[in-house]
């Protein structure tokens, strides 16, 4: 039996009809920029993330990009972000002509370890950017307390729908930053994205900024972008909205089968789980354990037909991009040692009981267990 590490027809089959009336929707009314549509994709994901304001923006790297536009970040500016995750986050620093200064990570949740953030600050620092990577948000207290009176925005781009002892992700900082890729937890049909702010003025920048620094007709105090969510991907996302918090139910029911199966067959001491910390809920956008011979057993499921991952196979200080920053192997081993370590298995909501028992039992007899 073949195992796909993500299969969306899934999810898109039972509301099949729900999708196609609301697209015929937006299609009839021939809006397709901005309008009903985002505005009331905006209240209801502001109602659901517990914020004041939600800006729809073209994708989770836009998201990033126009938040840090917001706060002014340019040449000459520092901005800290872990070095283990995806491009986007360090990406936009430079693209603004500010330098990213990367940190090392936590061992257990694969995010911003403050203590090392708090190393990072110095007088060029104008924000911070913890991730809340493969669906659980970092040590926000301690990065708050790390950043002091720096902003932090948060990259929410795999953690829709994740906490913090009880504070939603993408309320805890300035802004957060919401990618609808559509292998997220909650994902559009293309492209999409959001910025999250309880800061009433940073909410207005915003939507300025999204269309080209525009206040009023033709007026342009500031120079933005076109960063304007689709309202057909709005649409979609609309009828997404009321599963989401399903679905991550499911995926946190089959993470707990995964432990129940890994057990089961004596791999506890081999493969290491993901750890929910404690107050932190874990939304598991993807599913990633520690493994030895990762390349090794990687290789193996593909002959097998069953999907993996490998998230991230290099942090981004020793991307050939960043050689000019001037950062060697060694310099972050938390980081380096994940990097040579994890691997994604599937976790979609629909992924079913036997194609779990496939997934541990071709794991089980590449390790000989
Ligand atoms: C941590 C992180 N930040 C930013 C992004 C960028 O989002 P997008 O692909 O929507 O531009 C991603 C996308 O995978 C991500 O995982």
Redesign the pocket.
Known sequence: MSVPLLDLTRQYQPLREEFREVLDRVCDSQRFILGPEVDAFETEAACALGVAHAVGVT????A?LEALMALDIGPGDEVVVPTF??F??AGVVTRLGATPVFADIDPVDFCIDPQRLADCIGPATRAVVP?H?FGQSADMDGVLEAAGSVPVLE?C??AWGADCDGRQVGSMGVMGAF???PSKNLGCFG?G?LITTGDPELNRKLRELRVHGQSGVYEHPLVGGNFRIDALQAAVLRVKLPHVDGWIEGRRANADRYRRLFADAGLEGTVGLPRAVAGRGHTFNQYVVRVPKRDALRAFLTERGIGAAVYYPLPLHLQPCFAALGYHQGDFPVSEQASGEVLALPVFPELTEDEQHEVVGAIAEFYGA
């Open positions: 994708s989770g790297t836009d990033l995750t995806f986007a986050t991730v990577l990259d781009a795999q990618s609808f890729f492209d994205g």
